[in-house]
C-alpha cells in the first residue's frame, strides 16, 4: 500500500513518467521531514547523473507544494479500487504496447523534440518512465527528425484525487515565483516561449489526431487516466494556469 501512495503522489506532481528513482519512497508519507518529498521529485531531474539550468526553476515550484495536505489526499485514496486497478494497469505488458506505438510515431518525435529545444529534458523523463514500469529501454528520435481542460464533475479516482490536489496549490504563491523566474530565469523564460508557442499546438494537435494516440487516450480513459486532467495539473503548478 506504501508503494501505492508514493506512486500516486508522483503521478499527481509530475507525470506518470516523473516517478522519483532514488532515495526511500516510504519516506514520502512516513517521514518526519517535509521536504523529503521535494528531495524524491528531485530524483527525476538527477536521472543519469544530469541537471540544468530549468530543473532548478521546476524545483523551486515544487517546493511551493504544501507537503502534509497533499499527504493528506493521498492518504485517503488509498483503497480506491480505481486507482489500484489504474496502477496494475500503467505496469501491464497491454498498457506498454500502447505506449510503444504512440513513441514510434513521427509525430511524438516531433513532440519530443520540440520538447528538447525548450529546455525541458523529455527524452530523460521519458526513460525514467521507462525503467520505472518495467518497459523496455526507450529508444529517442534522432535530431534529425524534424492546453488542455479537465473535466471537473469527475469524482473518485484519479480525476477525484486530482481535483482536491488543485484546491490545496497555493495559487498566489506559485504565480509570484513564476513572474520571478520570467525575469531572473532565461532558462525557464525560454521553455514558457515554447509552452505557449502555437507550435506546440499544433504538435500535439497532430499527434492526437494518429490512430495510435487515440487508442491510448481512449484505453486509458477506460482505466481512469485523464491524460488532460494531469496535463491541466502540471500547467497549474507552474504557474501557466490560475
Known amino acids: ?3 501505492i501512495l508514493t506512486f500516486l503522489a508522483a503521478l499527481v506532481v509530475v507525470g506518470v513518467s516523473a516517478i522519483p528513482l532514488n532515495g526511500n519512497r516510504t519516506d514520502l508519507l512516513n517521514g518526519n521531514r517535509s521536504d523529503i518529498f521535494v528531495e524524491n521529485i528531485f530524483g527525476i531531474y538527477n536521472y543519469n547523473n544530469t541537471t540544468n539550468d530549468l530543473d532548478k526553476d521546476l524545483i523551486d515550484f515544487f517546493k511551493l507544494i504544501p507537503v502534509d495536505k497533499l499527504r493528506n489526499i493521498i492518504k485517503k485514496y488509498q483503497n480506491d479500487t480505481s486507482i489500484i486497478n489504474l496502477i496494475h494497469y500503467v505496469k501491464s505488458e497491454e498498457f506498454h504496447k500502447l505506449i510503444y506505438a504512440v513513441e514510434a510515431l513521427p509525430e511524438h ?38 492546453v488542455f481542460k479537465r473535466d471537473n464533475n469527475s469524482e473518485g479516482g484519479l480525476s477525484g484525487l486530482i481535483k482536491e490536489y488543485i484546491e490545496i496549490l497555493p495559487v498566489k504563491e506559485i504565480k509570484e515565483l513564476h513572474e520571478k523566474k520570467l525575469k531572473d530565469s532565461p532558462a525557464f523564460a525560454k521553455f514558457r516561449f515554447y509552452i505557449r508557442n502555437k507550435n506546440l499546438v499544433q504538435i500535439l494537435r497532430r499527434l492526437l489526431r494518429t490512430k495510435d494516440a487515440q487508442k491510448l487516450v481512449r484505453e486509458s480513459k477506460k482505466m481512469g487516466i485523464d491524460y488532460f486532467a494531469i496535463a491541466d495539473l502540471h500547467l497549474r503548478v507552474l504557474g501557466f494556469r490560475p
Do not use: N, T, W
Not at 112 to 117: A, D, G, R
Not at 133 to 146: C, R
Open 1 to 3: 500500500m506504501k508503494y
Open 109 to 146: 518525435h516531433r513532440y519530443v523534440l520540440y520538447l528538447q529545444e525548450s529546455g525541458y529534458d523529455k527524452i530523460r523523463e521519458l526513460k525514467a518512465m521507462h525503467s520505472y514500469l518495467g518497459m523496455e529501454d526507450y529508444v529517442p528520435p534522432e535530431p534529425s527528425h524534424q
